[in-house]
């Protein structure tokens, strides 16, 4: 059931970015859409979610191997986009991409745990809105450091 489970959510951010790349956006407008998707699989599956939140980083359990594997196939789906879009130049060089799609997956993963869990009333598109700004590196504001008020 797990693999099942997050084979579906593999193929949901699969099927996001190739949405985004055949109507010609870019990798930030496919991490974004990814973003959205993964939101939507946790608001469809949140049990299933919690599960594999709460699974994934423990050592010794009888499905740590299923759980590699799977982990590993949605992390390539996100590491595809980013390496392609600093092939295209539309992101840094300086990124490490598999440490970059592990902390876009985890990102996505905590937040819509925590909003399912704690903030329920939120919107799916509140919640978007929120990490998006993350993604689009928009979260910085127009003073600069020690600058006064």
């Known amino acids: 059931m797990l693999r099942h489970g997050i084979e579906l959510l593999r193929d949901a951010l699969q099927e996001a970015a190739d949405t985004v790349a055949a109507r010609g956006g870019g990798s930030v407008d496919a991490l974004d ?26 050592t010794n359990r009888a499905w740590q191997s299923t759980l590699m594997v799977v982990r590993a196939q949605v992390l390539a789906v996100i590491e595809a986009v980013l390496r392609e879009g600093v092939a295209r130049d539309e992101l840094s060089a300086e990124i490490d991409t598999g440490l970059t799609a592990s902390a876009l997956c985890g990102m996505v993963l905590v937040a819509g745990v925590d909003w399912k869990s704690y ?31």
């Open 33 to 58: 859409a990814m973003i959205r998707s993964g939101l939507a699989f946790i608001d469809r599956y949140p049990a299933l979610t919690q599960l594999y939140a709460a699974e994934l980083w423990r």
């Open 119 to 149: 903030q329920p009333q939120r919107s799916i598109d509140d919640v978007h809105a929120a990490l998006s700004l993350l993604v689009q590196g928009r979260v910085g504001g127009t003073r600069a450091p020690g600058q006064a008020a």
